[in-house]
């Protein structure tokens, strides 16, 4: 399993909407590997903390190997 890169994990987590308000604009987004735990509960390779740009929600999002995405918090 090759799994996805940080590059499309961040085209990803950009290309997935505001839980609140249904923008696609964010001020802050940060990619990183998961930790150990989420990486064997849920599957989850990559964690994405973004704050959106218009209502200032703030989001996680996990991203499994495949690109999915595996929960939004």
């Known amino acids: 399993m090759a799994g996805i890169t940080k590059d499309r994990a961040e085209r990803i987590a950009r ?3 505001c839980e609140v308000c249904g923008e696609y604009n964010y001020k802050k987004l940060a990619v990183k590997p ?3 735990e989420l990486r064997k509960s849920l599957n989850v390779t990559w964690l994405a903390n973004k ?3 218009v209502c200032g929600a ?3 999002l996990g ?3 495949d690109g999915d995405i595996v929960y939004v918090s």
Request: glycine share 20%.
């Open 34 to 36: 998961a930790g150990g």
């Open 58 to 60: 703030i989001h996680e």
């Open 63 to 65: 991203i499994n190997d």
């Open 15 to 17: 290309a997935h909407a």
């Open 51 to 53: 704050t959106c740009g």
